[in-house]
């Protein structure tokens, strides 16, 4: 195992399938927040991403849809990760590999995909804090997808009063990923170019 390994491990997680399968009965809570992810045309924000030994990466997020996203990391991270419309990629720059995940296989999906019905699959979480709002999506016929939660707060500036915090993602193996975002801003021009990437095999040609 090289010294990167370890980057490209918590970098992963972001993509690995998280099931989104659960069935919930409509919501008013569960409305807004699809209504949120509907009226999200486009995102930029910056974002850190902690594992369950407290190893953190920080970088920029920017998304458009449908279906492209990009984790650019901080400097001397070698790892991408792109959604490119079609597919989401995870590039390992310092090995030379990428990795390839339908949308649909993706929990990046939820953000991306503006067919999905989130009613379908998703469940609110009760919490002590009426400013915040958190959706659950779980498949509890396939525990080896884990679970995938959405951290909202209810802020009236923001698309249907609400924020996109973050997300808690947990494997089958009890691995934890948490995604903080900052810096938030919604429906702003992003350029398709920014989806492009250069493949990180030897020879190959650019994405």
């Known amino acids: 195992m090289t010294a990167l390994a370890p980057y490209a491990a918590l970098a992963a997680a972001i993509v690995a399938p998280v099931a989104v399968v659960a069935q ?22 910056d974002f850190t991403q902690t594992d369950r030994n407290g190893k953190v990466l920080g970088g920029a997020l920017t998304l458009k849809k449908p279906g492209k996203i990009r984790f650019q990391y901080e400097k001397g991270v070698p790892i991408l990760i792109v959604g490119d419309g079609k597919a989401i990629w995870f590039l390992d720059y310092a090995v030379g590999q990428r990795s390839r995940w339908p949308i649909g296989d993706s929990p990046l999906g939820v953000l991306i995909d503006p067919s999905r019905d989130i009613a379908k699959y998703a469940k609110v979480v009760p919490g002590n804090d009426p400013s915040v709002l958190s959706v659950e999506a779980y498949d509890p016929k396939r525990p080896e997808y884990g679970r995938i939660t959405l951290i909202f707060s209810r802020q009236a500036s923001a698309p249907s009063g609400l924020m996109l915090q973050g997300w808690v993602a947990l494997d089958s193996q009890n691995n934890r990923t948490t995604i903080r975002l900052s810096n938030q801003r919604f429906n702003v021009p992003v350029s398709d170019g920014t989806f492009r990437f250069n493949d990180p095999r030897k020879g190959a040609r650019r994405s």
Request: no cysteine; net charge neutral; proline share 5%.
């Open 24 to 45: 919930q009965a409509p919501s008013r809570d569960l409305a807004a927040v699809q209504a949120h992810l509907r009226a999200t045309e486009s995102m930029t924000a």
